[in-house]
């Protein structure tokens, strides 16, 4: 459980126990089901990483699109709804180089002009040798993007770094160094789906 449901299901229980004692129970209950909600939307469960030299999915969710970008980048767009888990994780192992957040318009985040237009993170991890570069795109109804760690943190394959709260977008961009394991429609989910494979054999992620 993400610490920020447990802050929101709090403020909302009570609300309603102030409702309840005033109107009575039935008006309060909709601010419990608000509360309960919280506690399901900020779930953080375990993640089974896989091993070998492969990039994980940094999001639950679905992907929307997979397109090239110039130059020699393969962007693969990933779109949450509000019921899927919205913790971000590392996509390889290696240091954060890089971690850039821009402001911008919250458009509906499954659409095309979101990954340009939206406030965002972009977040740069190098490993030892190739790089992914994956981006928190906040959403229309996602107002804030958190991210955990700072420039020159080690983190892990798989590893927690941040969320996005409520409905949100996460891109990713991979070199031609990588081969992609996914296409459009597919559902992914954060640390333990492969997004892609690298194409060198010999090349290993770090531990």
């Avoid at 469960?45 to 699109?65: F, L, M, N, Q, T």
């Avoid at 850039?100 to 318009?105: L, N, V």
């Amino acid at each position: 459980m993400v610490r920020d449901g447990i802050y929101y299901a709090v403020a909302f229980i009570s609300a309603g126990v102030l409702v309840a004692l005033v109107a009575g129970p039935l008006y309060a209950l909709p601010l419990w089901l608000v509360a309960a909600f919280c506690l399901y939307f900020f779930r953080d469960p375990e993640r089974e990483v896989p091993d070998g030299p492969v990039a994980v999915s940094p999001a639950d969710g679905k992907i929307v699109a997979v397109r090239a970008e110039a130059p020699d980048l393969t962007r693969v767009s990933i779109f949450l709804n509000i019921f899927d888990v919205h913790v971000n994780r590392s996509p390889i192992a290696g240091t954060i180089a890089s971690v850039d957040y821009r402001k911008g318009r919250f458009l509906v985040a499954s659409r095309e002009e979101a990954s340009a237009q939206n406030e965002q993170n972009s977040v740069t991890v190098q490993g030892h040798g190739p790089r992914v570069v994956f981006r928190q795109i906040a959403g229309l109804i996602a107002r804030r993007i958190v991210f955990d760690k700072k420039r020159g943190d080690a983190v892990t394959a798989g590893e927690r770094v941040g969320l996005i709260k409520f409905g949100s977008r996460v891109d990713v961009f991979l070199g031609p160094e990588w081969e992609l394991q996914v296409r459009a429609g597919e559902r992914v989910k954060a640390g333990s789906s492969v997004l892609a494979r690298l194409r060198q054999a010999g090349v290993e992620r770090p531990s």
